[in-house]
C-alpha cells in the first residue's frame, strides 16, 4: 500500500555538480508528473510522462534539465552542471489514468540545495 | 495565460472558529478546480476538486469549496478549524491539454491558535 516514494528526500550539491532524483510512482499508474516547487511558491509543472513516453516538457527551464521513464514506472530527473537557482523542492505525482479526472498522488519531495 | 491568485499568504484562525481561504483563477475555459494541503515534510494531499455539476463542493476533513463563476473564484472553507489544520493550502486549476496539467498558486499558510 506504498505511496509515491522520492529519494534521496536531500540532496546538497555544489554548483556545476550533476544530480539525479528518483521517483518510484504508485504501482500501476500510468501517469508521471514531474514539479518544481521553490521557497515560499507553489509547485511548477515541470514534465509529463504516460508509460514511457515524455509527452509534455514545456516547464523544464533548461536543457541542463533531463527526466525519463524508461520502463513506465520508475522516473528520474537528472539536473547537470546545477546552478543556485535550482535549489528548490522536487515533487513528483502520480495518476492511474491520464484523463483530467484522475486524481495525481504527490510523493514527499527532494529538497535540493544547491551551494 | 492561465494563473491562480491566493491572496493571502498567512492566515491565524482560533481553533474552532471558522475558515476561508481565497482563490481567485484566470482561464478562458471552463475551469477544472483544486485544492491542495500540504504538511511540513509531506507531499501535497487533494481536498477536493470541482469538474462540474453543483457548485458547492465537499471535501476530505470536513473541508468544502464553492465555485463562483461570476467572480473567477473558487474559496475554500471550513466551519470549524482544528489544530491539526495547521499547514499549507495551495488552489489549482488544470489545463485542458489531454492530461491534467495543473497551475498552482502561491499558497496560502494557516496558523491555528489555542
Known amino acids: 500500500g506504498a505511496g509515491v516514494s522520492q529519494s534521496p528526500r536531500y540532496k546538497v550539491a555544489k554548483r556545476g555538480q550533476d544530480v539525479a532524483l528518483r521517483c518510484d510512482p504508485i504501482?500501476?499508474?500510468?501517469?508521471l508528473f514531474w514539479y518544481q516547487q521553490a521557497l515560499g511558491q507553489g509547485p511548477e509543472f515541470l514534465t509529463y510522462?504516460?508509460?514511457?513516453?515524455?509527452?509534455?516538457k514545456s516547464g523544464l527551464p533548461s536543457d541542463r534539465f533531463f527526466a525519463e521513464r524508461p520502463e513506465g514506472s520508475v522516473s528520474t530527473l537528472k539536473i547537470q552542471r546545477t546552478q543556485q537557482e535550482d535549489s528548490a523542492v522536487y515533487l513528483c505525482?502520480?495518476?492511474?489514468?491520464?484523463?483530467?479526472?484522475?486524481?495525481?498522488?504527490f510523493g514527499p519531495g527532494t529538497r535540493l540545495t544547491v551551494l | 495565460a492561465q494563473s491562480v491568485t491566493q491572496p493571502d499568504i498567512h492566515i491565524t484562525v482560533s481553533e474552532g472558529a471558522s475558515l476561508e481561504l481565497r482563490c481567485n483563477y484566470s482561464y478562458g475555459a471552463t475551469p477544472y478546480l483544486f485544492w491542495y494541503v500540504q504538511s511540513p515534510g509531506q507531499g501535497l494531499q487533494l481536498l477536493l476538486k470541482y469538474f462540474s455539476g453543483d457548485t458547492l463542493v465537499q471535501g476530505i476533513k470536513g473541508f468544502e469549496a464553492e465555485f463562483k463563476r461570476s467572480q473567477s473564484s473558487f474559496n475554500l472553507r471550513k466551519p470549524s478549524v482544528h489544530w491539526s489544520d495547521a499547514a499549507e493550502y495551495f488552489c489549482?486549476?488544470?489545463?485542458?491539454?489531454?492530461?491534467?496539467?495543473?497551475?498552482f498558486g502561491t499558497g496560502t499558510r494557516l496558523l491555528v491558535s489555542p
Open positions: 489549482a486549476v488544470a489545463i485542458v491539454t489531454g492530461f491534467q496539467k495543473l497551475v
Open positions: 510522462f504516460q508509460n514511457e513516453a515524455q509527452l509534455d
Open positions: 504501482s500501476g499508474h500510468v501517469s
Open positions: 505525482a502520480s495518476s492511474l489514468g491520464w484523463a483530467m479526472r484522475n486524481e495525481q498522488f
